[in-house]
T-cell receptor, first 113, second 109 residues
Framework: DTGVSQNPRHKITKRGQNVTFRCDPI?????LYWYRQTLGQGPEFLTY????????KSRLLSDRFSAERPKGSFSTLEIQRTEQGDSAMYLC???????????FGPGTRLTVT | AQRVTQPEKLLSVFKGAPVELKCNYS??????LFWYVQYSRQRLQLLLR??SRESIKGFTADLNKGETSFHLKKPFAQEEDSAMYYC???????????FGKGTRLSVIA
C-alpha cells in the first residue's frame, strides 16, 4: 500500500456530461474525505465518510454531486450534468483516529469544456 | 464559521535568510492547527501540527491563542523549501480540515 490513490488523474469532459472519480484510501483508514481545489484557493471540504457512512456534506456539494463508499473501502464521487464551474482539482484524503493525520491522494483534475 | 487567513500569496526570500509564513485563524474554541506543504508535482503532505510541538525540516510553528495565529518559521531558508504552504484548522480530531488559500514560498539562490 503506497498511499491514497485516485483515478483518473485527469478528466476532460464536455458540459452536460456525467463523470465519476474513484479514491482508494490507505487500507486501514476508516475515514475518507473529499475536497475540491480551484486555482488560487486552498482545498475546500466537500464530504466525508466513516467506513460506509457519509457523515457530513458541505453546502458546496450541490444536488448534482453524489459520493459513496459502499463497502467502507474505496469511494466514488459522481458529478452529473457537469458545468464549467466544476472544473477543479478533486482531492481525496484518508485518516485514522490515532494518530490523527489526513493523507492526501494526488488528485483528479477535471476540465469541463 | 471557522476561517484560516494566509495574507501572502507569494513570499520570496534569499537562501539563508529567515522565513516566516503567516497564518491567522478565526474560531472561538480550541482548534488544532496544521501546516501542509505541496512541493512541485507532489501531493499535499503534512509538515507539522501544533500539538506535536516538533520541528520538521527546520520549520517550527507556535500557536498563539491571544493573537489567533500559527505562523510558520525557519531561521535559514533552503532552495528545497520552495513550495506551496497551506495552513489548516481542525475543530475536533479526525474531522474535515479548513484550509487557507496558501502561500507560495520561493527561495532564491
Amino acid at each position: 500500500d503506497t498511499g491514497v490513490s485516485q483515478n483518473p488523474r485527469h478528466k476532460i469532459t464536455k458540459r452536460g456530461q456525467n463523470v465519476t472519480f474513484r479514491c482508494d484510501p490507505i487500507s486501514e483508514h476508516n475515514r475518507l474525505y473529499w475536497y475540491r481545489q480551484t486555482l488560487g484557493q486552498g482545498p475546500e471540504f466537500l464530504t466525508y465518510f466513516q467506513n460506509e457512512a457519509q457523515l457530513e456534506k458541505s453546502r458546496l456539494l450541490s444536488d448534482r454531486f453524489s459520493a459513496e463508499r459502499p463497502k467502507g473501502s474505496f469511494s466514488t464521487l459522481e458529478i452529473q450534468r457537469t458545468e464549467q464551474g466544476d472544473s477543479a482539482m478533486y482531492l481525496c484524503a484518508s485518516s485514522n483516529p490515532t494518530p490523527y493525520e489526513q493523507y492526501f491522494g494526488p488528485g483528479t483534475r477535471l476540465t469541463v469544456t | 464559521a471557522q476561517r484560516v487567513t494566509q495574507p501572502e500569496k507569494l513570499l520570496s526570500v534569499f537562501k539563508g535568510a529567515p522565513v516566516e509564513l503567516k497564518c491567522n485563524y478565526s474560531y472561538s474554541g480550541s482548534p488544532e492547527l496544521f501546516w501542509y506543504v505541496q512541493y512541485s508535482r507532489q501531493r499535499l503532505q503534512l509538515l507539522l501540527r501544533h500539538i506535536s510541538r516538533e520541528s520538521i525540516k527546520g520549520f517550527t510553528a507556535d500557536l498563539n491563542k491571544g493573537e489567533t495565529s500559527f505562523h510558520l518559521k525557519k531561521p535559514f531558508a533552503q532552495e528545497e523549501d520552495s513550495a506551496m504552504y497551506y495552513c489548516a484548522l481542525n475543530i475536533a480530531g479526525n474531522t474535515p480540515l479548513v484550509f487557507g488559500k496558501g502561500t507560495r514560498l520561493s527561495v532564491i539562490a
